[in-house]
Structure formats: structure tokens, C-alpha cells
């Protein structure tokens, strides 16, 4: 049985000329058996993650093993078998064919595969009774709601019997009644044998979870008081990418703000006199930090979290 | 990927349809440009043909029996059927006139031939002339027996008429006898263009030259070069025409489902498989068009102002061409789809 471990992957790509990096040294072991929630706001990397677990991403840096896989280095034609036959993936808008049948939207993957269309249509068959779609076979995913798209979805997700599925937001495009059908086959996905990884913003499916991932930054040390912190020239106050749970106060000196860029190297975006603030969206949005912040001489900032200096400037802020 | 692809086809139904429509248009010209080409290669060989002679001797240094302005005297042949190897010799008067009707005057091919002798044409109704004045048209020129005719400013009767015998892009012909012609065309001087023989002649007088049919047909074949020259290069832009509409099709079917690629990519299949799917659409789309273009040129082919030919083999290359053009066609869109990234199935759509 098959268990996936993912050691210290980051994603970087570019992003308007600029370097991105929505996933910096990020670690997962899952054993067999075991459903896991990606769970964060959107823009944390929870696709991303995804991407590279069903080998769409060459990641910048980590590995992802699954079993004895090592997917990160898979070329060409295993690159193509890993994704036939190992991982099946459920797309956040369902991603089903217009043009075809529901049976023969879950047939495609099979028969990409080269299995022989009688086989591949009983198969098709067995899977949506399975997800309790047997009188919907040849209706188009135009005549199927939401919900229902979203189980011959995950039918073509299971076509190969994959050891790995691969949920990207199923539950986004659903409505509370659908959702309940939807989360309740996910759930039954996972057992030995078998990893089901969902990515998600809905807190709804924790308890289905057997582990959740935050992947949202979340605010380091909770409370705690403003502190004065002294930097020397060329010093970083905090790197493009790090999680961010504090607003820093220039009270003297002078900070440059720079972003990296795609192809090396780096711009200067602003810098930051006394009196002025700066590092306030990571923490207030739950995001990565954007940019590198660097003392260019020796400077004296005041740190805040959020809260305090949302306080503290309830005239911009309030 | 075919049951996809098959699908898709229906799914967009309207718009291949229209694309249909417009290529096999475009086909339909290009096997109508193709029948006229052979037409006109037929109708040379059919009136060299229909003159039933194994040589055609015209005056030395001339350019043949068709396009010659040099004549020759008409009593050679007596001279000419005296030599080994000849059975019959016989004068022709070949020329071009004009017909005066109601509605105008109408270019005429005129052979004059010896009555009884070779170049006599085969008749479709009536009879062959026998006396001067009597002559056989083209069932093209619409005559009705016993009908009377201007031919160059001399009367003369329809006796009967002949099918197929036109030549010079469809120009219709007229059979008189050999006195009537050199009258219309040497003021009755008794010359002719050309002396046909059965048999060959294994010596020629010296003031002669003997022509081949093959030579002949070339010489019949010069002036309309050009002419089908141009037929077969607008043939090659009709196919490059056709070949456009489908690839612009097949290109937008492609920018409208990168999505669906780039599932099929994310899900295992491979780049070959999307490839010979979008070449499967193109070439469905293709040769469906050639097969209408098939009935839509037999529909349209009575409305050319002469024979076209439209054979099964014309039909069978359109097929061949159509096949090459879907594929050529779908290679315009094998980089867009290929390159589609997978990636691009993640994503809130």
C-alpha cells in the first residue's frame, strides 16, 4: 500500500516579471488509507499542491513520492502512465465534456488509455451506479446539476481505480444539498489502499478529514505586545514569501522593499522613511509576504500584530 | 479520442455543416475546373478522332492541320494516295467562322471534307451531307434539321448533327462538303489545310510533312495551353482555399476546448491521441465536403457552355485531396493543442 510523502516542496513561477513562490518548503507524509484537507484561502498554494501531486507541475525545488514513485522525476511516457493509472483528479468546475455523455465522459480516460470500448463502457457503467448516478448515463453534463456533474467527475476520476485521488474545491460550485451527497462519496473513497487529497476553503468537510492541513498562514505568536526591533544595513526584516504576522513602524532609518524577479535578481519597489508602515496585507489577508523587506542603514522599527495596529490607526484602518 | 472527436462533430453540428457547405463549394469548383481540363483534353482527342486518318500531311515547315495558315492544293491527294503504304488520301478544309443568327453572330469550327472520303462526321441524327449546300452541326449549336443557315455569308441547310465534335474551349463544328469550304474560305480555289490518309506513308512529297496523331492533338492542344495552364493552378488555390476553411475551423474548435485538452492532457492522454482526434474531425469535415462536392458539380455541370468531364477517377482524387487537405488542415492546429497546459484544468472555470 502506497503512502505519499511530499519533503520540502516550493513552487515558483512568474508572475507580471516577478518571482512567485505560493508554496515554500512545504511537508506532507500521508499513510494509505488516509483522506487529507488542503485546507486555506485562495491564493495559499492548495492547487498548486495539487498540481504537482498529479505531475501537471514541475515543482522549483522538493520531491513527492508516492509508493515507490518518486513523481517529481517523472519524464515523458511514465509521466503520462503515472497520471493514467495512478492519480485520478476532481477539477473544481467539473471539467466534463459538453459533447459527451455522462458514460461516455467517464469512458474517455479509459479509452485514451486504449481499453476496448465494450469494456470501457460497462466499467463507465459500474461507476456511476456506484455513485448513484445509473439512470443518468446518457444525459449531457447540460441536462446533469451541479451535483450530479460533480459525481460522474469523480466516476471518471476513479475510471483507472487509481491509488490517489485528487480533489481540487469539490464542494465550490454546489449547493448545500449537493454538497452533503458529494462529501459523503469523498469520504467513502478513502480506505486502505487508497489517499484522497482535497483542497479546499470549506471548513465543512473537516470533520470528514482524517487530517487538515492549514495552509493559510496563520498568526504566529498570537498577542502580544508592540516590540522594537533594531536592524544593520543590508539586514532582512522578512523574506518574499515567509508567512507574515507582523506590521512593522519605521521610527528611524530607512527600509528598502524589494520583489524578485522571474529571471534573478531583483527591483526596488519603495522605500520606507520614518514614520511610515509597511508588511500590514500578509497578516491582515491570511497571505504570503509579497516582497523582501531589507534595511538599507541601521534602523529602529516598531512591530505590531494586526490587531494592535489596526488599534492604533482606526483612522485609516477602523 | 475518436468517439470524442465524433461527438464534438455533433455537438457543433450547425458549424460543421456550414463548413461542409463552403468547402464542398470550393471542391465543387476546383472537380468543375478538373472537368473542364479533361473536356477540353477529350474534345482534341475526339476530333482528331473523328477524322479517322492515320497521318495528316500539311505543307512543309507549318505549325499543323489546326493552326496553319499556309495551304495546300487539293489534288496532292491523288498524289499522296499513290504512295506505298497510303490506302485513301483525302483533302480537308479546316477553318473558323462565324454562324449569323437572331441573337447574333456565334463562332463556328468548319471541316470541309471530301463527301464519302475521310473526315466525315459521325452522325447523332439526320444524315451526311451529300450535296453542296448541306451541312452538319454540333447538336451544341441548338440547329434543327432542315433548317437554314448563315455560315459566313453563304446558306446552307442542317442536314443532320453530330454530338461531341467541338474544339478551342467548346467551339462548336460544322461538317460541309470540301467545295462548299474552299468556297467560304479560298474564294473556291481548290486548296485545302491538310491531306488526311489511311494507311502510312512510308515517303512524303517534298513540299510535305507528315503529322502523327499525337502531333496533331499537340498542335490542337497549343492555343487552349494556357487556358488549362490556369485551370490547374486555380485548381491548387481552390485546394489551398478548402484547406483554409477547415484548418480556421478545426483552429477555432481547438482555442474552444483547450479545456477539455487540457483535461484529457491532465487525465493521461497523449498528445498523439489529440492529434489524431482533431485530424479525425478534419478529415470527416474534408471529405464529407468532397463527397457533396461530388453531386453539387454533376448538379452543376449542364450549366458549362461545353462537355465537361467528370469521371470517377476526377472524383476519386478530389477523395485523395481531400484527405490530404484535412490532415494538412489539422497540422495548423496540432501546436495550439499540444502546447494546451494541463494545468489549465485546475481552476475555477
Keep these: ?318 | 479520442m475518436w468517439l470524442v472527436s465524433l461527438r464534438d462533430l455533433q455537438w457543433r453540428r450547425r458549424r460543421f455543416l456550414i463548413a461542409v457547405v463552403a468547402t464542398a463549394l470550393v471542391f465543387a469548383m476546383s472537380l468543375l475546373m478538373a472537368g473542364a481540363d479533361a473536356g477540353l483534353t477529350s474534345e482534341t482527342r475526339r476530333i482528331v478522332d473523328v477524322v479517322g486518318a492515320d497521318r495528316w500531311l500539311v505543307a512543309k515547315g507549318t505549325s499543323g492541320p489546326f493552326t496553319t495558315v499556309t495551304a495546300i492544293p487539293a489534288e496532292t491527294s491523288s498524289q499522296v494516295a499513290a504512295l506505298p503504304g497510303v490506302r485513301r488520301a483525302d483533302p480537308l478544309v479546316i477553318f473558323h467562322s462565324t454562324l449569323r443568327r437572331t441573337s447574333g453572330l456565334k463562332d463556328v469550327n468548319v471541316i470541309g471534307y471530301q463527301p464519302g472520303g475521310l473526315g466525315a462526321p459521325p452522325i447523332a441524327s439526320g444524315r451526311r451531307p451529300l450535296a453542296d449546300g448541306e451541312v452538319v452541326a454540333d447538336i451544341l449549336l441548338g440547329l434543327k434539321l432542315g433548317q437554314t443557315i448563315d455560315v459566313g455569308g453563304h446558306a446552307a441547310r442542317v442536314v443532320g448533327t453530330a454530338d461531341g465534335v467541338t474544339y478551342y474551349f467548346g467551339g462548336p463544328t460544322l461538317f460541309m462538303p470540301i467545295t462548299d469550304a474552299q468556297n467560304l474560305a479560298f474564294r473556291g480555289l481548290p486548296l485545302a489545310m491538310t491531306i488526311v490518309t489511311k494507311g502510312v506513308p512510308q515517303t512524303v512529297p517534298p513540299s510535305l510533312q507528315a503529322m502523327t496523331l499525337a502531333q496533331v492533338r499537340t498542335d490542337l492542344d497549343r492555343p487552349s495551353k494556357n487556358g488549362k495552364a490556369t485551370i490547374q493552378f486555380l485548381n491548387i488555390l481552390l485546394w489551398l482555399v478548402a484547406a483554409g476553411i477547415i484548418a480556421s475551423i478545426v483552429y477555432l474548435s481547438i482555442l474552444e476546448r483547450q479545456r477539455d485538452f487540457a483535461v484529457f492532457k491532465a487525465t493521461g492522454a497523449s498528445s498523439a491521441a489529440l492529434y489524431g482526434g482533431l485530424a479525425l474531425q478534419a478529415v470527416l469535415l474534408s471529405v464529407t465536403a468532397a463527397l457533396v462536392a461530388a453531386g453539387l458539380a454533376h448538379l452543376l455541370q449542364p450549366g458549362f457552355p461545353f462537355a465537361l468531364e467528370l469521371t470517377a477517377v476526377a472524383v476519386l482524387r478530389l477523395l485523395v485531396v481531400a484527405l490530404a487537405v484535412g490532415l494538412l488542415a489539422s497540422l495548423v492546429g496540432l501546436r495550439r493543442a499540444v502546447a494546451v497546459d494541463p494545468a489549465l484544468a485546475f481552476g475555477g472555470g
Design chain 1, 1 to 318: 500500500m502506497a503512502d505519499l510523502t511530499v519533503s520540502g516542496l516550493t513552487v515558483e513561477y512568474s508572475s507580471g516579471g516577478y518571482a512567485a513562490r505560493p508554496v515554500d518548503n512545504f511537508d506532507l507524509a500521508v499513510p494509505s488509507g488516509q483522506l487529507v484537507l488542503l485546507r486555506g484561502a485562495s491564493g495559499c498554494g492548495k492547487t498548486t499542491v495539487l498540481s504537482v501531486l498529479a505531475s501537471i507541475l514541475t515543482p522549483a525545488g522538493g520531491t513527492v513520492r508516492f509508493g515507490d514513485v518518486e513523481v517529481t522525476s517523472l519524464k515523458g511516457q511514465a509521466k503520462t502512465d503515472y497520471r493514467r493509472h495512478t492519480v485520478g483528479v476532481v477539477f473544481q468546475a467539473f471539467n466534463l465534456v459538453p459533447s459527451l455523455s455522462a458514460s461516455e465522459n467517464v469512458q474517455a480516460p479509459l479509452r485514451a488509455a486504449g481499453v476496448r470500448g465494450n469494456t470501457a463502457r460497462r466499467r463507465a457503467e459500474e461507476l456511476l451506479e456506484d455513485v448513484g448516478l445509473a439512470d443518468r448515463m446518457v444525459h449531457r453534463p447540460g441536462d446533469l446539476s451541479g451535483g450530479q456533474q460533480q459525481r460522474v467527475a469523480i466516476a471518471r476520476a476513479l475510471a483507472h481505480d487509481p491509488p490517489l485521488i485528487l480533489a481540487d474545491e469539490p464542494t465550490a460550485h454546489l449547493d448545500y444539498i449537493q454538497v452533503e451527497g458529494v462529501l459523503r462519496l469523498l469520504r467513502s473513497l478513502a480506505r486502505p489502499g487508497r489517499i484522497v487529497v482535497v483542497a479546499t476553503h470549506d471548513e465543512r468537510l473537516s470533520p470528514l478529514a482524517d487530517r487538515v492541513v492549514a495552509m493559510t498562514p496563520t498568526a504566529g505568536g498570537g498577542e502580544r505586545p508592540p516590540e522594537t526591533v533594531t536592524f544593520q544595513p543590508g539586514q532582512v526584516v522578512f523574506e518574499q514569501g515567509d508567512e507574515g504576522d507582523l506590521v512593522y513602524v519605521v521610527d528611524d532609518g530607512e527600509v528598502e522593499i524589494v520583489r524578485q524577479l522571474a529571471g534573478g535578481g531583483e527591483e526596488t519597489l519603495s522605500r520606507m522613511a520614518p514614520g511610515t508602515y509597511f508588511g500590514e496585507l500578509a497578516p491582515l489577508f491570511g497571505l504570503r509576504r509579497s516582497a523582501t523587506a531589507r534595511a538599507t542603514k541601521p534602523t529602529t522599527l516598531t512591530a505590531y500584530t494586526i490587531r494592535t495596529f489596526r488599534e492604533r490607526n482606526k483612522d485609516v484602518w477602523g
